[in-house]
């Protein structure tokens, strides 16, 4: 599966100052534009709204067709667009808006197929009551779709994806009954996958003592890695 674009790689900041902002696979002032490389005046953001929809609309039929022949990678990518849109404002976003059965069946692929990121984004898909959030019919299976969800972060943090193993932690924290070692591990194991804000959180739990022995190592080792 070829591919005009990094799969994995748009972390678009928007404006405001300082905001993250990067990609790959894209070369154009459009590519300067969501870098952050240029400013946003002029119209810079919504040149890289609009070169990101071009993107997509190329990629959609390609996604397609290769999670018809059993490409993993390309399920998970068009699970997102079926569910948020597209793949790039789904990263935005936490809630989906759509997708239904279609995006949850290339989810589950991608996910059985040992992309950990897939199996998180399926525990979102299932485990939000999309009814009862917007004033509409409650899911009947809510209870079942919980314990799916769950089941799915934890082979999501198996398989090494950083926010799996931060909804594993947080669960764990949730049923820790004052006892936050395995929730604190978690944690730690979240931020060396790349899940830099938890890293922040670890780093100023260690440097004061909040909920762990204090550990001015431990501080600054998260602390870099929150950057």
């Known amino acids: 599966l070829r591919l005009s674009v990094g799969l994995n790689v748009f972390d678009l900041g928007g404006c405001e100052e300082g905001a993250p902002a990067r990609t790959d696979g894209i070369r154009s002032r ?3 534009c969501c870098r952050g490389v240029q400013g946003c005046e002029g119209g810079c953001e919504s ?3 609009a070169g990101l929809t071009r993107v997509r609309a190329k990629t959609t039929d390609i996604l397609e067709r290769g999670c018809t022949r059993g490409v993993p990678l390309a399920c998970y990518v068009d699970a997102v667009q079926l569910a948020y849109g597209s793949y790039f404002e789904g990263l935005g976003h936490v809630v989906p808006s759509g997708g239904g059965d279609a995006a949850e069946r290339r989810y589950e692929l991608a996910c ?6 897939a199996c998180s984004a399926m525990a979102i898909h299932v485990g939000f009551d999309l009814g009862a959030l917007t004033g509409g019919t409650p899911d009947p299976n809510h209870a079942q779709h919980v314990t ?3 089941s799915l972060e934890d082979r999501a943090c198996k398989l090494g994806d950083g926010y799996g193993c931060y909804s594993v932690a947080r669960r764990l924290e949730d049923e820790a009954g004052g ?3 395995k929730a604190i591990a978690t944690y730690e194991r979240a931020c060396d996958l790349g899940m830099r804000v938890v890293c922040k959180e670890l780093g100023d739990m260690y440097a004061t003592g909040d909920g762990v022995l204090p550990d001015a190592a431990k501080a600054a080792r998260f602390a870099a890695k929150a950057w």
């Open 30 to 32: 459009m590519t300067a």
């Open 148 to 150: 799916l969800a769950r």
């Open 179 to 181: 006892n936050l070692s």
């Open 47 to 49: 040149e890289c709204v």
């Open 112 to 117: 059985h197929a040992g992309i950990g990121r």
